[in-house]
Structure formats: C-alpha cells, structure tokens
C-alpha cells in the first residue's frame, strides 16, 4: 500500500474548473498499477470516474468524459483530475485511490485511498 | 452497464453474531468483484478482492465467496467496529460501479 495526500479547492463556481491533485508517497507511481478518482454523493453513491494506468493509459466514466482530464506527473509523483464546466451535479466528495495490480490479475481493487476532498458547486 | 444490488440495505445484529451481506450483479462478472467497508467520515477501505481474497491487513473473520452473479460477504463474529457501509464493485467492465451499499449496525 501507499499513502496518498489530496489537495485542492472545496468550492467551485459554476461553470467553473475543478482541480485536485493527489501526491502519492511510499512508493511509486511508475509502478504497475492503476491510478484513480472515484467521487461520492449522497444521490448517486460511489463512482469510479477516471483512470490512468502507469503508462498514460486511461478510462473515464462516458457521461463525464467529455468534461474530464487525469494526468500523471512522475516527477513530482502525483496525478490530478480536472473538470470542466461543473454545475450543482458535481457536488460530491472525490478521492483517489490506487488500483492495485497483483501476479493473477490488472487491477485487482482499490487498496490505498486519499482522505477525501468535498468539493461543493456553488455560487 | 452491469448492475449490482446488494441486499439487506440494513442489518442490524449483536456482538459476536455472524453477517451475512449480498451482492447479485444484473450480468455474470466472474469472480471479479471487490468488497469494501467504509465507517462514518472515512475513506473505504478494501476488504476482498477477486470474490474471495482477502486484502492486506485484513483479519479472517472476513471471508467473500461467490462466482457469476450471486456473491457473499460474511463477517463471522461481530465486533462493535465493524459497524460500517459495506459496498461491492464489480471488476470485469469500466467504470467498475459499486453496489448502493449496506449499513451494519451492532
């Protein structure tokens, strides 16, 4: 496992950019593993939104894909989420999370998490 | 889209008692899905991986079992901690959604 430390805004306007960032510490994000936003509301739970595999490979949620942006950083070793034109919707506590690959099988589950950051949309 | 319904939405048991938590996935996923328990004002916390393993650090009280589209989580005696949302997620198709979760009480 490793820790993961979020940092980022916890008010966001609408129509504006929601930024976070996730440095990852104990290990390294060059490993083979997948790297993760999830979000959480109390209307529509948890969700996976995006994904970045080591190597650059990403997924996103479809419904969100045209708004979304993850990225690494390797030098500084941490990756961010971006999303763009938010609206009330958005309101949600996000987190990162590490998505573990094992011998057997890629990934596995979410084994580390970061602490969480609500983001609220509002004006 | 692969569906996950996990039932009861509430259990309420005693300690030292045994659970029992289902999750039915609307697709076979395999054995590709994950549980996890998140307590009040945390982060998750992964508790199974693959339907049956367990995840680092967890004690073997905690048991998953299941394949295709009925799987078990089974806590086999409570204790007051374990009170906790637990959730499953399937594995097999992005974005890997989770069950809407159930609430242990003790």
């Known amino acids: 496992q490793v820790h993961l430390q979020q940092s980022g805004p916890g008010l966001v306007r609408p129509s504006g950019t929601l930024s976070l960032t996730c440095v990852v510490s104990d290990g390294s994000i060059t490993t083979n593993n997948w790297w993760t936003w999830l979000r959480q509301s109390p209307g529509k739970g948890l969700e996976s939104i995006a994904e970045?595999?080591?190597?650059?490979?990403?997924n996103y949620d479809p419904s969100l894909r045209s708004r979304l942006t993850i990225s690494l950083d390797k030098s500084k070793n941490q990756f961010s989420l971006r999303l763009t034109s938010v609206t009330a919707a958005d309101t949600a506590v996000y987190y990162c999370a590490r998505d573990f690959c094992s011998d057997m099988n890629c990934p596995e589950g979410l084994d580390s998490w970061g602490q969480g950051t609500l983001v609220t949309v509002s004006s | 889209e692969i569906v996950l319904t996990q039932s009861p939405a509430t259990l309420s048991l005693s300690p030292g008692e045994r659970a029992t938590l289902s999750c039915r996935a609307s697709h076979s996923i395999n054995t590709y899905v994950a549980w996890y328990q998140q307590k009040p004002g945390q982060a998750p916390r992964l508790l199974i991986y693959?339907?049956?393993s367990r995840a680092t650090g967890i004690p073997p009280r905690f048991t998953g079992s299941g394949s295709g589209t009925d799987f078990s989580l089974t806590i086999s005696s409570l204790e007051p901690e374990d009170v906790a949302v637990y959730y499953c997620q399937q594995r097999t198709t992005w974005p890997y959604n989770f069950g809407q979760g159930t609430k242990l009480e003790i």
């Open positions: 693959d339907a049956s």
């Open positions: 970045i595999y080591h190597d650059g490979v990403t």
